[in-house]
């Protein structure tokens, strides 16, 4: 009987950190293989049959030795150990971002598939003009270009675009990476699009938080709400009621605030041309459209 051989491939200057795909399904067949990568290096550890592949001649790198039955057995159980524990912290690094647990308040996180986050500031390194910043999702990221242009260079102008919902904490955990470096003479503040799976009073208890988050990091800005745009996407009305179920929710939490409101949601649901053929985004028509109320408002903010 020919003992098994041992093959390791490695990148010398990789990190040696191994994971591993299929290792019980393929050691059972006594083929074995595990990856990782580290700093975009890659590192491998394989266990072979003595018959090698011709594709592992193009590996530069190749040290072959021979070991008996019980060190090959013995070296096996090991590496599968190994593997198996590694599985199991992978998994609960995996949940825990979504665990059920709330944290200071906040309702149970549910995610998206996809969360991203934009962050833009014009002008950086300079503070010789007043600081705006449009807050918001991806109908900011829109019309923030027309936005900075209509104001003409009167303002340092900046946003911050998210998938990432109110009630969600890692929300606000974003934002201050903005809000506590930078100190902004108007902030346009909305929140709406996304984390449908939370519940009306959740998203509406989210909102009243970020309105006193601002207050509170931010407190000589001066804050405008801009409510949700429409949502027109074809087979899911409930969509679009969510949005307006929300919009009239925020105007409760805003009731005796001093907080301006910029409805987008009225002229934008009343020109259906204005929308690219996803129903929720905008085309070149409706940023501008978007643009100008917003800077309108904005301009009259920083002349007083």
Known sequence: MKRPFLGVFVC??????????????????????????????????SLLPPKISPGCACLERIFLMRLSFSSFVTLALFVCLLAVGMSSTSLQAQQQPNAGASEDGFPPVRRERIEWTRIWLTNADKNDKPRVLLVGDSIVAGHFNAVEKLLGGRANCGHLATASCVCDPAFFDVLDSVLKHYRFEVIVFNNGLHGFDYSLDEYAAGMKRLVAHLKQVQPEAKLVWRNSTPMRVEGKPEQNQTVIERNAAVEKVLAGESIPTIDLYTPMSEHPEYFNKDGVHYGGQGREEQAKMIAETVQGLLGQ
């Open 12 to 45: 010398l200057d990789s990190g040696f950190v191994f994971g591993y795909d299929g290792f019980v399904k393929r050691f059972l067949r006594l083929m074995c293989s595990g990856w990782c990568r580290e700093r975009e290096k890659v590192a491998w550890l």
